[in-house]
């Protein structure tokens, strides 16, 4: 072979050698940002803009994330797609972690779900003494309602308040429609239509310059409305790809006295929104 063919022959083979070492090394290596699955409702008020930053300059990690149901949130967590889920829907949660896809659940805060409608309140649920009763009342007016639909926290629990008004929602008529959409958008159809829907409130404080609704909230010491989050790192045992470190990190530092005192000091016009509860489980 001449000698100049050899010399770029050689450099060909250095080349592919040298691009081949720095692809294994990249997926060597763990990476640099947290992927993360969590609820329309952290988005909607705000709290994710304000929070993550904050993390990433603590820890000098940066959190992706994307924002949809907790039901769609625990199935990226069960296909591995993502390190970390967010996410509030506790009977959910236990199945997630029964089935190993979690490592751990911690409790970080929780707010109060309610219960919004027109301002004429047609079905009266403002002299209801539950929520159960409330509702119990828009299905005999067979007012408006509309359901996110769409297996979130906040839809679980709508199923959860029918049923104790003993009511199945899979029955009702014309006037239960669904959503299929998140927490914001759904309020937004509420109000155009003049129909009732359930809320957490931090969502409904974010929208409530621009939804005339009237709010009903049955006490913030009601176990029965309470809306708890939590952070749960997924289980790397059966999903090898998640980047386990990150992940834990952030729960630990969510549930620690600097995360807790960022989420307790969060407002939203005026309205302290997160109820701090954190403790750390992993």
Known sequence: MHFDSLRRYLAVLLIAAVITLAVVASLSLPRAYLLMAT?????????????????????GIDVRYIAVGTGQALDAGRRGDVDVVMVHAPSLEAQFMASRDGLCDNPIMYNTFVIVGPIGDPAGIAGATSAPEALARIHQNASLFESRADDSGTHIKELELWAAAGLNASTFGAWYEKTNQGMGATLTIANEKSAYTLSDDGTWYAR??????????????????????????VNPAPHPGVSVDNAVAFARWLVSPRGQSIIGAFTVHGHSIFTPNGAEDC
């Open 39 to 59: 609820t329309t409702s952290t988005r909607d008020t705000g709290l994710l803009p304000y929070l993550l930053p904050q993390f990433t300059a603590d820890t």
């Open 208 to 233: 409530e310059t621009s939804v005339p609704f009237l709010r009903v909230e049955y006490g913030r010491n009601d176990t029965v409305l309470r809306n708890q989050y939590s952070v749960i790192p």
